[in-house]
């Protein structure tokens, strides 16, 4: 990356994807590389060095350096999902290494974790969030390898001193990778803080409008032991985006900023509106003054505090799948970051072992009007019995 790029702001890096034109039609748009192989020279060679698409496709390179770019890195991976990336993490870790991670975080992931992660001979503590001390007492210098973090944390957001908990895990030798997901690197930049790597579910806010499943990961140190084994997991492992997925990512990615200010606004719009409604038991959202996280996010969150709350509805849970069956805006279905708003009732997804309450709503907030979406909200509120 040049000197001009580093010192550019997120919404020009996006917005030009860093500026790259092809140099054989000079178009500012990016072709497509369906081919899967790539030609030898007669001295074996190859041309510009790839092989295989597997291991490296050239639509993958734009997208990536933007990724660096975004979050101050210096290599990225493309995987099929945030899950494979996820995984690939995991994959990375030897047989008897131990983990720290929240007590409450994507259900998927903790799931896996205690699943196929516990066969795979790690082993787990969870812990709160938003509790510092408890995530250094969980440390263990020598045996905690990685510290994973998520923050905002689904579905409570609760937020993560990444600065704090770094500190401690370095000192404790260990790695730390951030799920910056829901904050994207508009609002939180984990390297900067001290992360080693950071994971995007790419399905969500990069691309943005609900029609790519992608995977990111980007690392602060490409020569680290731990970066060699991701990236023999990604080529080896063979999870890898599709070259078409990579292009809708990176057109995607183009209007990343505008779309977070706006999710960010609306958000802001509804929490406030419901914080003391009479119908609401409590909103859950970094940005209100009444969260348990907002002191930490205030400090580590520039520009916004994301698109995703939660709200507790009175009457319990029968009371809140009501609520969210009378939305007509907001649509019921999993999934977060897309152009238009989700509602989810996310203890009958999680199931019976899930820690979340069943009266929490998560909103996945849009980029609609907000006028629009609270009157939604409303109208439900006061039809669902
Ligand atoms: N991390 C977070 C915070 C998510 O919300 C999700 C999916 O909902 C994932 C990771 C997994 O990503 P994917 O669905 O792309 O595999």
């Not at 196929?116 to 408890?134: I, K, M, Q, W, Y």
């Not at 007492?137 to 020598?142: E, N, Q, T």
């Not at 606004?265 to 509804?270: H, L, P, S, V, W």
Request: net charge negative; with cysteine.
């Amino acid at each position: 990356m040049s000197d001009d790029n580093k010192k550019q702001h997120p919404a020009t890096i996006t917005a030009q994807a860093l500026g790259w034109v092809e140099e054989t039609t000079r178009s500012v748009t990016p072709p497509i590389y369906p081919s899967t192989t790539f030609e030898r020279k007669t001295d074996l060679s190859y041309h510009d060095g790839r092989c295989y698409t597997r291991t490296d496709n050239p639509t993958y390179d734009q997208a990536c350096a933007v990724l660096d770019a975004l979050e101050g890195g210096v290599e990225t991976r493309l995987f099929a999902s945030g899950m494979a990336a996820a995984v690939a993490v995991l994959h990375a870790l030897s047989p008897g290494d131990h983990v720290v991670a929240p007590k409450v975080m994507y259900w998927a992931l903790r799931s896996f974790m205690l699943d196929s992660g516990v066969r795979a001979g790690l082993t787990f503590d969870f812990v709160d969030n938003g509790d510092t001390d408890e995530w250094v007492k969980h440390i263990k210098p020598g045996t905690t390898k990685l510290v994973w973090l998520e923050t905002p944390a689904n579905p409570d957001w609760q937020i993560t001193d990444i600065a704090a908990v770094c500190a401690a895990a370095h000192k404790a030798g260990a790695i730390v990778a951030v799920d910056n997901t829901v904050a994207t690197p508009l609002l939180t930049r984990p390297i900067e803080k001290g992360a080693d790597i950071v994971m995007h579910s790419a399905t969500k806010y990069l691309n943005g409008h609900s029609d790519v499943l992608a995977g990111t990961l980007t690392t602060a140190d490409k020569d680290s032991q731990f970066w060699q084994n991701i990236r023999k997991q990604h080529a080896g492992g063979g999870g890898v985006l599709g070259v078409f997925e990579a292009w809708l990512l990176l057109r995607g990615m183009r209007t990343l900023s505008v779309r977070v200010e706006r999710a960010c606004t609306n958000a802001m719009a509804i929490a406030r509106h419901f914080e003391n409604h009479p119908e609401i038991e409590q909103v859950q959202y970094p940005g209100l003054e009444s969260h348990i996280g907002h002191d930490i996010a205030k400090r580590q969150m520039n520009g916004g505090f994301g698109g995703m709350l939660s709200i507790r509805v009175k009457g319990g849970g029968k009371r809140a799948v009501d609520f969210h069956n009378q939305c007509k805006l907001f649509k019921r279905a999993t999934s977060l970051g897309g152009v238009e708003s989700l509602i989810e009732h996310r203890a009958s997804v999680e199931g019976p072992t899930s820690p979340v309450p069943d009266d929490l709503l998560r909103l996945s907030v849009g980029i609609e009007n907000a006028d629009d979406l609270i009157n939604d909200l409303e109208t439900a509120l006061a039809n669902s019995k």
